[in-house]
């Protein structure tokens, strides 16, 4: 059956392999509109639970969510000069409308920063304002060259979160504080671990003074920036005129923060945890946490099959920590075959449940992530199954987590070392850094690694390097290179 093609493996072409899993398991589809893709409901999914995660997480900090225009006008981006060197390369404009020239170009966002400080300085007027927390899911278009399904694409889907803060120190504890929730849903939700740290200027957020990111490690070793919380600073609140009276009696600017992830994080699942039969999926971020595969061979079986099925998923559905099971019911398949499918799309637990499991009040219930088998009561079902996913939450993250110390390194390396692993098989390199953009870029050039951060305390060696791995100097900090998509 050709459904049951062995996918290529990891190890003979990353990159083909990543393409055929994201099709294969449905997750998304190319579009007829070249770099843009439609994503699947087995993708969305995902994708709805990732939300509902994170926007529970947002809120518990006060944050609300809002919703501003898809267009802006040209005239906005033009206002942060930074910003508008960063963006301007990369933004669709619209120039006609209802079959008439505008009057003023609209670029279609490709991140609302400008449209919504023009609305915050409507808003804000005085320290009691003050701080403002908005969130906004919305998609946003750049227009890349180079696009990959997930990864880079010319439209996406993400949430833009766009606070204003009386004082510098406010404005930088949310910047950290959005970092922290992303860094815990990436651990706890995605179980793919990730080293938070501060950018340096070159890779920093077009108009920021400050952005820190998430940096995870996928299996080819190349690194995913996840996520990124930006600390603006005055600079856009000065473009757009956002003041506000200070308890004092005076006028300042407010500061204010940015921050995003997006459907890339789907892409990064795949890439973290999948493998050489397809998807894995964490169970929190799985739309079906069981899938039931009746076995049967008469009628008679089927039917009895059948409605044991139905029974055992209302079982499931009903405890106290609901789990999300389905029975595939599918008639023009053998069992094999589904086996095979559920694989494919990553569904962590499949129950195996035939006349002769009925007869002995069983089931058989198999990991995904490991394809340990083992028989389970069948009044005993809730708790075991709870207990597994639970496990396979918390393996499939430590999985992750070895997987990335083994191919990071650390302590003195020289720069010929630095470039046969860049060159070879890659990895996340910790060396010291002199600070000069020259030597930033010169790797960069030579090796094509770059620095994804200049990683926070818990994540620096426990001796601190001396030297910049490029030029031999003093080291003023250290920094995490590598590869990235
Ligand atoms: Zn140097």
């Keep these: 059956m050709a459904d049951e093609q062995k996918l290529t493996t990891r190890a003979q072409d990353f990159s083909a392999w990543y393409n055929e899993v994201v ?17 699947r409901p087995n993708g969305y999914g995902i994708w709805e639970r990732m939300q509902r995660a994170l926007d529970d997480m947002f809120k518990a900090t006060g944050v ?18 930074e910003h508008v060197e960063g963006f301007a390369p990369e933004t669709a404009v619209v120039t006609h409308g209802g079959g008439k020239k505008l009057e003023e170009p609209l670029v279609v ?9 023009a609305m915050f300085a409507k808003w804000v007027q005085s320290y009691r304002d003050l701080p403002l927390l908005i969130n906004q899911w919305a998609n946003v278009v750049r227009w890349e060259m180079r696009t990959r399904l997930f990864l880079r694409t010319l439209e996406f889907l993400w949430q833009e979160g766009h606070t204003a803060h009386a004082t510098h120190d406010e404005a930088e504890t949310e910047t950290r504080l959005i970092l922290s929730i992303y860094r815990r849903f990436m651990d706890e939700w995605m179980a793919m671990p990730v080293v938070t740290g501060q950018k340096t200027e070159s890779e920093r957020f077009a108009g920021a003074l400050r952005t820190y990111a998430c940096e995870a490690m996928m299996q080819d070793n190349k690194a995913l920036q996840a996520g990124t919380s930006h600390n603006l600073g005055q600079n856009f609140a000065r473009a757009f005129d956002v003041t506000f009276q200070t308890e004092g009696g005076g006028t300042d600017f407010v500061w204010s923060t940015s921050w995003g992830v997006s459907t890339r994080l789907v892409g990064g699942l795949v890439m973290t945890h999948g493998d050489d039969g397809g998807l894995r999926l964490p169970p929190k971020l799985s739309p079906i946490e069981v899938a039931i595969v009746p076995i049967y061979r008469s009628d008679e079986q089927r039917a009895r099959v059948l409605e ?19 029975v595939d019911g599918r008639q023009n398949m053998t069992p094999g075959a589904k086996y095979f499918d559920w694989e494919l799309r990553g569904v962590p637990l499949r129950m195996e449940l ?23 009561p069948l009044n005993d079902v809730a708790r075991t199954g709870a207990a597994l996913l639970a496990a396979i939450q918390g393996d499939m993250f430590a999985a992750a987590h070895s997987r990335r110390e ?3 390194v650390r302590g003195p390396i020289t720069y010929d070392r630095f470039r046969e692993i860049m060159d070879g098989e890659g ?18 050039d030579e090796t094509k690694a770059t620095i994804r951060v200049l990683p926070d305390p818990e994540f620096r060696s426990a001796e601190a390097p001396r030297t910049c791995v490029k030029c031999g100097g003093a080291a003023v900090t250290e920094a995490l290179w590598a590869k990235a998509y």
């Design 23 to 39: 099709l294969r398991a449905e997750l998304a589809d190319y579009s007829p509109v070249r770099g843009c893709m439609v994503i």
């Design 64 to 81: 609300e969510n809002a919703y501003f225009p898809l267009f802006i006008p040209e005239s906005f981006l033009h206002k942060e000069a």
């Design 109 to 117: 966002r490709p991140t609302s920063e400008t449209i919504i400080y």
């Design 308 to 326: 044991a099925a139905a029974r055992i998923r209302d079982t499931l559905a009903a405890g106290p920590a609901p789990i999300r099971a389905h």
């Design 354 to 376: 035939g006349p002769r499991d009925l007869d002995q009040n069983q089931a058989v219930l198999v990991r995904r992530d490991t394809r340990v088998k083992q028989p389970v």
């Design 406 to 408: 083994a191919h990071s």
């Design 427 to 444: 990895a996340f390199i910790y060396t010291g850094w002199c600070g000069s953009a020259a030597c930033e870029t010169a790797v960069k």
